[in-house]
Nanobody, 124 residues
Framework: QVQLVESGGGLVQAGGSLRLSCAAS????????MGWFRQAPGKEREFVAA????????YYADSVKGRCTISRDNAKNTVSLQMNSLKPEDTAVYYC?????????????????WGQGTQVTVSS
C-alpha cells in the first residue's frame, strides 16, 4: 500500500500562484509514476499533469500547459505541482495519484493510489 498526502492548497487571487505537494509513504520502494488530477463541483475528475518515475516524461492538460510545472524528488518521495497565473476555473479539489509502473499516464483509471485531495480556490 502507498499512502499519499497532499498539501499546499488554499485561497488565492486570480493571477496568483500556488505550489501543491504530495508526500508518499508506505510501500514506496517501487518505481511509481505520479499524476495530479482535479475535480470541480458538479464536474468530472480531470487530468492535470503527470510525471514518469525518472522525471524525464511530463504531460500536461491543455488547460494548464504553460502555467503549471510538475516535478518530483524520489529521494524524498514527493511530487509537486507549481501552478502560476491561476484562473477562477482552476478552482477544484486537487488529487495526487500514483501508479505502479514507471511510465506516466493521463487517464485516472490507470492510477492505483490516491490522496484525499487539497482544495484550491481562485477568486476573481
Amino acid at each position: 500500500q502507498v499512502q499519499l498526502v497532499e498539501s499546499g492548497g488554499g485561497l488565492v487571487q486570480a493571477g496568483g500562484s500556488l505550489r501543491l505537494s504530495c508526500a508518499a509513504s508506505g510501500r514506496t520502494y517501487g518505481s511509481y509514476a505520479m499524476g495530479w488530477f482535479r475535480q470541480a463541483p458538479g464536474k468530472e475528475r480531470e487530468f492535470v499533469a503527470a510525471i514518469s518515475w525518472s522525471g524525464v516524461s511530463r504531460y500536461y492538460a491543455d488547460s494548464v500547459k504553460g502555467r503549471c510545472t510538475i516535478s518530483r524528488d524520489n529521494a524524498k518521495n514527493t511530487v509537486s505541482l507549481q501552478m502560476n497565473s491561476l484562473k477562477p476555473e482552476d478552482t477544484a479539489v486537487y488529487y495526487c495519484a500514483s501508479r505502479q509502473v514507471r511510465n506516466a499516464a493521463t487517464n485516472g483509471y490507470d492510477y492505483v493510489y490516491w490522496g484525499q485531495g487539497t482544495q484550491v480556490t481562485v477568486s476573481s
